[in-house]
């Protein structure tokens, strides 16, 4: 099992920027891809943007030149730089992890809230 814990989360005005962290701990071995989706009351949870063991990065257009996503392996730790941020980024945020062979696990989600 892997175990994924977000922080960072919080409450910003419109054009603020916010940093959420998420370290893995447990069997993490084979973790591939790692990254952050998000999911609005009402809606599915979406891609946010995705790190692989390499460092590729893919991103969904909304975010794309505002957000960063970086990865430390060696400390097991991923994280969402958040920049520009509107009220439509305002939503649950989730860290996810995915093995080579296709296991994947959610952290418990960090809120964020943008006010207008």
């Known amino acids: 099992q892997v175990q994924l814990v977000e922080s960072g989360g919080g409450l910003v005005q419109t054009g603020g920027s916010l940093r959420l962290s998420c370290a893995a701990s447990?069997?993490?071995?084979?973790?591939?891809?790692m990254g952050w989706y998000r999911q609005a009351p009402g809606k599915q949870r979406d891609l946010v943007a995705t790190?692989?063991?390499?460092?590729?990065?893919n991103y969904a257009g909304s975010v794309k030149g505002r957000f960063t996503i970086s990865r430390n392996s060696a400390k097991n730790m991923v994280y969402l730089q958040m920049n520009s941020l509107e009220p439509e980024d305002t939503a649950v945020y989730y860290c996810?992890?995915?093995?080579?062979?296709?296991?994947?696990?959610w952290g418990q989600g960090t809120q964020v809230t943008v006010s207008s």
């Open positions: 447990g069997s993490i071995f084979g973790i591939n891809i």
């Open positions: 996810n992890a995915v093995r080579n062979w296709g296991d994947r696990y």
């Open positions: 790190i692989t063991s390499d460092g590729n990065t």
